[in-house]
């Protein structure tokens, strides 16, 4: 006796199959998630490099960055800009890059006195994009997981 499937079987079956077809993109997402956030950081701490004396008068006059004197959040803001987004790319340590870049991202936010909504917006789509890398991770398409084999075969030799 042959059975057809019930309507709600189809939509079921159907939505199994988007769903693994949208899996699929999950490297390439990732990968762009990494690309795009690390050209915006980079982009920044090259901007701060180029002119470092002005640079440190933003952070003098206009960043009001807590706990820090303002060279100290400058160095280390343009260097956070410079170096994490590598590693982001990379996909080497990937977690440490995106929550890094998380902490700059949100100390910008956190100390510039005005902030237009526009910005604000921009700020918070690259939290989410970040909270997003950190928590999920790099994905397939990053040295973590090329490497992960490899480290794993050290760590149970030693």
Same mark, same amino acid.
């Given at each position: 006796?042959?059975?057809?499937?019930? +309507?709600?079987?189809? &939509? @079921?079956?159907?939505?199994?199959?988007?769903?693994?077809?949208?899996? @699929?993109?999950?490297?390439? #997402?990732?990968?762009?998630?990494?690309?795009? @956030?690390?050209?915006?950081?980079?982009?920044?701490?090259?901007?701060? @490099?180029?002119?470092?004396?002005?640079?440190?008068?933003?952070?003098?006059?206009?960043?009001?960055?807590?706990?820090?004197?303002?060279?100290?959040?400058?160095?280390? %803001?343009?260097?956070?800009? $410079? =170096?994490? +987004?590598?590693?982001? =790319?990379?996909?080497?340590?990937?977690?440490?890059?995106?929550?890094?870049?998380? =902490?700059?991202?949100?100390?910008? &936010?956190?100390?510039?006195?005005? /902030?237009? +909504?526009? #910005?604000?917006?921009?700020?918070?789509?690259?939290?989410?994009?970040?909270?997003?890398?950190?928590?999920?991770? %790099?994905?397939?398409?990053? $040295?973590?997981?090329?490497?992960?084999? #490899? /480290?794993?075969?050290? %760590?149970?030799?030693?």
């Amino acid at each position: 006796m042959n059975i057809s499937p019930s +309507p709600l079987q189809k &939509v @079921l079956g159907l939505w199994r199959r988007f769903s693994a077809a949208l899996d @699929l993109l999950q490297p390439a #997402a990732a990968l762009a998630a990494r690309l795009y @956030l690390a050209q915006v950081f980079f982009l920044s701490g090259l901007t701060k @490099l180029r002119d470092w004396d002005t640079t440190v008068a933003l952070f003098t006059d206009e960043y009001h960055v807590p706990l820090l004197p303002p060279a100290a959040a400058a160095f280390l %803001g343009t260097a956070g800009e $410079l =170096v994490l +987004p590598v590693l982001l =790319v990379l996909g080497l340590a990937g977690r440490v890059p995106a929550l890094g870049l998380f =902490v700059v991202n949100a100390v910008a &936010v956190i100390s510039l006195s005005e /902030l237009a +909504p526009a #910005a604000l917006q921009q700020h918070v789509f690259w939290g989410a994009l970040l909270a997003g890398l950190a928590i999920y991770g %790099g994905g397939p398409w990053s $040295l973590d997981r090329w490497l992960a084999p #490899a /480290l794993q075969r050290v %760590g149970r030799s030693s």
